[in-house]
């Protein structure tokens, strides 16, 4: 039975918000995190519980949640080791797995429930129902399922393998921040008002993106796209066919652009959603109107 949850990097954004997470399911929460005064803050804006550090969170706490830069995850997972015993839970939610598999296996094979679970969403998501968790199999995936839809049953939980999410996320998360980051670059030399008083549609979606990308922590951003061994492939992909477009366009080859256009039109409207993807566009650019 769970009573206690301890939520390692608690002051964190994802942290935070499964702190305040657990705190509507009823649990006793308390939150540890290597930024003391911004833990302090956090634990007397939230009204819960503040550990004096990682160990004493394991020690007293039912479920351990680690939710820690992707570089520091491992070693955190090490040094709470000795203060799990076989009646707690750990869980860890970093967005890429290698790195942290084999420790969380070593805690596995002591006998203790453990999850290596990847939200597939934000810290602005404002519930849980509804939202994607990637369970990361350990060492019992039907357990380790169970165990996830107990904890998070509003979510719905997708079980992968870890090779196959990391190169997933390479795409989903590496590529489109590169793309996001170096579109605010070339845009953040310009006018911005300007640029938002004449933009269109497409520009409007893209440049919210973009800030949004650019509102996050650069050091998990940097450890997703240089922590990842598929980083690099989709980037050369990517780059190739950036530089093959652009020099369609500086050749002014029509017909060239209608072949690339055309090609990539067809591989994509393999999508399913494919038709509705400018009524999409449309819904997203109203809810905009609100803010």
């Not at 090490?78 to 750990?90: A, F, Q, T």
């Not at 055309?262 to 400018?278: H, N, P, R």
Request: charged fraction near 25%; hydrophobic fraction near 45%.
């Amino acid at each position: 039975m769970i009573l206690m949850v301890a939520v390692i990097g608690g002051a964190g954004r994802m942290g935070s918000w499964f702190a305040k997470y657990f705190l509507g399911r009823g649990y006793e929460v308390i939150i540890s995190d290597i930024n003391v005064e911004k833990a302090k803050d956090v634990a007397k804006s939230l009204n819960l519980g503040l550990a004096k550090n990682n160990i004493e969170a394991a020690r007293i706490a039912d479920l351990i949640l680690v939710s820690t830069p992707i570089h520091v995850t491992p070693a955190v997972l090490s040094e709470i080791m000795p203060e799990l015993r076989k009646n707690k839970i750990v869980a860890e939610v970093s967005s890429l797995k290698s790195n942290v598999l084999p420790t969380l296996r070593e805690i596995a094979n002591r006998g203790i429930k453990s999850l290596s679970i990847h939200p597939l969403f934000g810290s602005g998501a404002r519930r849980m129902t509804g939202e994607r968790i990637a369970l990361i199999p350990v060492s019992d995936q039907l357990m380790e399922e169970n165990l996830a839809r107990r904890i998070f049953p509003e979510a719905k939980i997708i079980v992968v393998d870890f090779k196959i999410h990391d190169e997933i996320m390479a795409l989903t998360l590496a590529l489109t921040h590169f793309i996001n980051i170096v579109f605010a670059s070339v845009v953040g030399e310009e006018n911005i008002s300007l640029l938002k008083s004449l933009g269109g549609t497409t520009f409007t979606l893209q440049l919210a993106v973009s800030e949004a990308v650019m509102a996050e922590d650069p050091s998990l951003y940097a450890s997703i796209q240089m922590d990842n061994e598929y980083t690099s492939k989709y980037l050369s992909r990517f780059m190739s066919k950036a530089a093959k477009l652009k020099s369609i366009v500086e050749n002014k080859d029509f017909i060239g652009f209608m072949e690339f256009y055309k090609l990539t039109q067809e591989m994509i409207s393999k999508d399913e959603e494919f038709t509705w993807a400018y009524e999409k566009m449309y819904r997203a650019l109203e809810a905009f109107k609100f803010f």
